[in-house]
């Protein structure tokens, strides 16, 4: 693996840190969609917009005790350096699930910081008061490569996600969760 460092990781969390693709469906289902039309890796917002449906009922339809941490990733999550969450989750299900899972980013932001729209790693590159070339992106989707790549930092594939592709035309795939401790500085 490429043995740049960093001062600190950017999450993504849905897909990326836990295997939340089951449980997000479930919530659309409660509504009235149909499991084939939902589709991932969007803000929230956007995605709800696309279906007709509102953020309030989405969020009282997700079940914020069944997602897990991918294998592996709650090993690690307690021996990360300086790490943050960049999430377009709804921020009542991913601060109840971050909770429960007993993880303490410095920062996290969620899709209300971005006001709905689509994510973005500039103000958490500010929270953190660090440059861009000073921390890699974590993620799961073509919405977090372009975080990446719209803020200038590294991107890397979070693997252990059966969805991430084997051989994407930009950034690097890991594939186990211990390899995110080999990025530090
Ligand atoms: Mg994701």
């Known amino acids: 693996m490429t043995p740049r460092s960093y001062d ?15 449980a997000l469906v479930v919530a659309f289902e409660q509504l009235g969609v149909e499991r084939s039309t939902v589709t991932f890796g969007h803000a929230i917002g956007e995605e709800l917009d696309r279906l007709g449906l509102a953020l309030d009922d989405y969020a009282e339809a ?3 005790e069944v997602v897990r941490a991918f294998d592996g990733v709650d090993r690690v999550i307690p021996q990360l350096g300086r790490w943050a969450v960049c999430s377009n989750k709804h921020p009542v299900s991913a601060t ?16 209300e910081d971005f006001h709905w729209a689509h994510k973005s790693v500039a103000p958490i590159l500010d929270l953190l008061g660090l440059t861009a070339d000073r921390v890699a992106v974590v993620g799961d989707s073509e919405g977090d490569l372009r975080c990446a790549l719209e803020v200038g930092c590294d991107m890397y594939w979070a693997g252990w996600n059966p969805r991430v592709p084997d051989d994407p035309e930009v950034g690097t795939v890991l594939s186990r969760p211990a390899q995110l401790l080999e990025l530090y500085r």
Do not use: I
Not at 96 to 111: C, D, K, S
């Open 8 to 22: 600190a990781l950017v999450f993504d969390f849905d897909g990326t840190l836990v295997d939340s693709d089951e």
């Open 62 to 64: 997700y079940d914020v």
């Open 96 to 111: 109840a699930e971050l909770t429960r899972l007993g993880w303490h980013p410095e920062v996290a932001l969620f899709a």
